[in-house]
């Protein structure tokens, strides 16, 4: 199994560009999550997914995009880069399961460069 | 809202020393805790879990003990290798969330 893979591991984008970050998973996770992780700040969550179809914001949104057309797939789009979106990115997948909370599952992460 | 509260680092340790991360946090209700390490150039996994009071989730010799009374679950390992340096970071989810709220991350040097 892949597990969670995403593309590209590096991008360097011009102050105004767009581009999509994409992320699949082939383990059938319901739940899907954007994260970003600043340096020593932790990984604070961008967007998540339950389902397809269906997204939601997370704790930092402002800038980014997603949608959910699959299962497998949960791409990110940066509409207009800015300096500040530089970051490394994060996705992940986990499939709840009764009470308790079951693992997230990472990418390899996205290291993205706005200058 | 929820948050985790980890020690600072970075923190160097010598091999075969003992290791302790300190991380407590604030929630409401009763939350799972992770810890999650890093290694470089690498995504997050999953290290050990405790889904209820007084669980010690352990995995490749780390262990840690949800404790209740004093909201914490630091994670410890009586003799560190060089192959643990890492980043860790703590973590929760709760209220019946899948999402989850990390610490800062602590890194780890271990050296020879």
């Known amino acids: 199994n892949a597990g969670v893979t995403q593309?590209?591991?590096?991008?360097?984008?011009?102050?105004?560009?767009?581009?999509t970050l994409q992320?699949?998973?082939?383990?059938?996770?319901?739940?899907?999550y954007w994260y970003r992780q600043d340096p020593g700040m932790g990984l604070k969550l961008i967007y998540y997914s339950?389902?397809?179809?269906?997204?939601?914001?997370?704790?930092?949104?402002?800038?980014?995009?997603?949608?959910?057309?699959?299962?497998?797939?949960?791409?990110?789009?940066?509409?207009?880069?800015?300096?500040?979106?530089?970051?490394?990115?994060?996705?992940?997948?986990?499939?709840p399961s009764g009470l308790a909370s079951h693992e997230q599952y990472f990418g390899p992460g996205t290291r993205l460069t706005v200058t | 809202?929820?948050?985790?509260?980890?020690?600072?680092?970075?923190?160097?340790?010598?091999?075969?020393?003992?290791?302790?991360?300190?991380?407590?946090?604030?929630?409401?209700?009763?939350?799972?805790?992770?810890?999650?390490?890093?290694?470089?150039?690498?995504?997050?996994?999953?290290?050990?879990?405790?889904?209820?009071?007084?669980?010690?989730?352990?995995?490749?010799g780390f262990e840690a003990t949800y404790r209740k009374e004093t909201t914490s679950f630091h994670l410890e390992k009586g003799s560190v290798q060089v192959s643990d340096s890492a980043v860790y970071f703590c973590a929760l989810s709760g209220g019946g969330s899948e999402k989850l709220v990390f610490g800062k991350g602590t890194k780890l040097t271990v050296n020879p």
């Open chain 1, 7 to 19: 593309t590209p591991k590096f991008r360097i984008l011009k102050i105004g560009q767009s581009m």
């Open chain 1, 23 to 32: 992320c699949a998973q082939d383990m059938n996770h319901n739940y899907m």
């Open chain 1, 50 to 95: 339950v389902g397809a179809g269906i997204t939601d914001k997370g704790e930092v949104p402002n800038g980014y995009n997603v949608s959910r057309s699959t299962t497998e797939d949960f791409p990110l789009r940066l509409e207009l880069a800015a300096p500040s979106q530089t970051s490394v990115y994060f996705c992940a997948s986990s499939q």
């Open chain 2, 1 to 60: 809202g929820d948050s985790v509260t980890q020690m600072e680092g970075p923190v160097t340790l010598s091999e075969e020393a003992f290791l302790t991360i300190n991380c407590t946090y604030t929630a409401t209700g009763y939350p799972s805790l992770f810890w999650y390490v890093q290694y470089p150039g690498e995504g997050l996994q999953l290290l050990l879990k405790a889904t209820k009071a007084d669980d010690k989730g352990s995995n490749k």
